[in-house]
């Protein structure tokens, strides 16, 4: 990123990729610089925000993918950062927002775990897991029979 002190960006709807693998668009991305302790010399941090304005349930930011998946990007994008803290906000629930904070060293580890999961999504003949929450925007259910089985199991 290469901020001086005190210097800081901030971006809305910035998408950032995974090589030519996955991205995600972040709502809200801000990256600043300060002079650390001592010879730690200038640490470089982000902050992200997922704005959630429709109704629904969504995971608070520590146990958030979504979110943990964005803070990763950013790793990847901006290599410098040190530490990316990530906010979810609410309007409509209670709280309001929550937060979270990753250091880069456990977002590095994180990086490889979630491509794992991109390419068993992304591969030729993925499994399928239906339920609740990863069937519910997807356009295939109707046809899925892995849906028409869950259903099954139901009514029996």
């Given at each position: 990123?290469?901020?001086?002190?005190?210097?800081?960006?901030?971006?809305?709807?910035?998408?950032?990729?995974?090589?030519?693998?996955?991205?995600?668009?972040?709502?809200?991305?801000?990256?600043?610089?300060?002079?650390?302790?001592?010879?730690?010399?200038?640490?470089?941090?982000?902050?992200?925000?997922?704005?959630?304005?429709?109704?629904?349930?969504?995971?608070?930011?520590?146990?958030?993918?979504?979110?943990?998946?964005?803070?990763v990007?950013?790793l990847?994008?901006?290599?410098?950062?040190?530490?990316?803290?990530?906010?979810?906000?609410?309007?409509?629930?209670?709280?309001?927002?929550?937060?979270?904070?990753?250091?880069?060293?456990?977002?590095?580890?994180k990086?490889?775990?979630?491509?794992?999961?991109?390419?068993?999504?992304?591969?030729?003949?993925?499994?399928?897991?239906?339920?609740?929450?990863?069937?519910?925007?997807?356009?295939?259910?109707?046809?899925?029979p892995?849906?028409?089985?869950k259903?099954?199991?139901?009514?029996?």
């Open positions: 990123l290469g901020l001086l002190e005190n210097q800081t960006t901030i971006e809305r709807e910035v998408r950032l990729w995974w090589d030519d693998k996955w991205s995600g668009q972040l709502d809200y991305l801000e990256t600043w610089a300060k002079l650390g302790k001592m010879d730690e010399g200038l640490n470089e941090f982000a902050f992200v925000a997922d704005y959630k304005t429709l109704r629904g349930e969504h995971d608070p930011a520590p146990d958030n993918l979504q979110l943990l998946a964005q803070a990007l950013v990847k994008n901006y290599p410098k950062i040190t530490e990316v803290f990530v906010a979810l906000i609410e309007p409509f629930q209670d709280p309001i927002y929550t937060t979270a904070s990753y250091t880069a060293d456990y977002l590095r580890g990086g490889d775990w979630i491509c794992g999961i991109v390419d068993e999504a992304t591969s030729e003949n993925p499994s399928r897991t239906a339920g609740p929450s990863q069937c519910k925007w997807c356009s295939a259910v109707p046809f899925c892995e849906v028409r089985n259903i099954m199991e139901i009514v029996k």
